[in-house]
T-cell receptor, first 112, second 111 residues
């Protein structure tokens, strides 16, 4: 079954404790992206990747890091999480460039 | 930077009526306009998209229109059904890689 998976689905953590949210897709997609969703703000793009070892900033990259060492995986790293990073995070992928992005199930992160 | 405004923020219709959601974008270089539907607690799902070389696209009860001169595009849902109730997001992209979303429209279809 074609899918995008994210782990964990729910996470409560404390300020400053480094965390990683994993994203994996099994569709051999070249393009992957991370978004955060906050009430009243829609979805905002954090980072995207056109292919292995190619990443670029979206609209709200501050406080986040990503890596793309393999085609199927695109982890999101918060080196020192802060409460304003409490949000619902979605990973997405598409065949090439950003057309027709398929979203993962989401990760709800709470930073205390 | 690019900005996408979406209206209305909430929309309530009777089953069988039509629903229209409108978006305007600021970057004239935008050339890709997808629409996503998000049901409560679920992921956004692509329902229709249009590229800038096309003025209108239809898929059963859903249609999208694009006016490049005015920099706005709209989602039209005809013969609405209760299962159409969800939050709908428009988005715009210049070069396809960066996607800017509107704030969303909560559509409620009443039986």
């Amino acid at each position: 079954e074609a899918q995008v998976t994210q782990n964990p689905r729910y996470l409560i953590t404390v300020t400053g404790k480094k965390l990683t949210v994993t994203c994996s897709q099994n569709m051999n997609h070249e393009y992957m992206s991370w978004y955060r969703q906050d009430p009243g703000l829609g979805l905002r793009q954090i980072y995207y990747s056109m292919n292995v070892e190619v990443t670029d900033k979206g609209d709200v990259p501050e406080g986040y890091k990503v890596s793309r060492k393999e085609k199927r995986n695109f982890p999101l790293i918060l080196e020192s999480p802060s409460p304003n990073q409490t949000s619902l995070y979605f990973c997405a992928s598409s065949l090439s460039n950003g057309l027709g992005q398929f979203f993962g199930p989401g990760t709800r992160l709470t930073v205390l | 930077g690019e900005n996408v405004e979406q209206h209305p923020s909430t929309l309530s219709v009777q089953e069988g009526d039509s629903a229209v959601i409108k978006c305007t974008y600021s970057d004239s270089a935008s050339n890709y306009f997808p629409w996503y539907k998000q049901e409560l607690g679920k992921r956004p799902q692509l329902i229709i998209d249009i590229r800038s070389n096309v003025g209108e696209k239809k898929d059963q009860r859903i249609a999208v229109t694009l006016n490049k001169t005015a920099k706005h595009f709209s989602l039209h849902i005809t013969e609405t059904q209760p299962e159409d109730s969800a939050v709908y997001f428009c988005a715009a992209s210049g070069g396809y890689n960066k996607l800017i979303f509107g704030a969303g429209t909560r559509l409620a279809v009443h039986p």
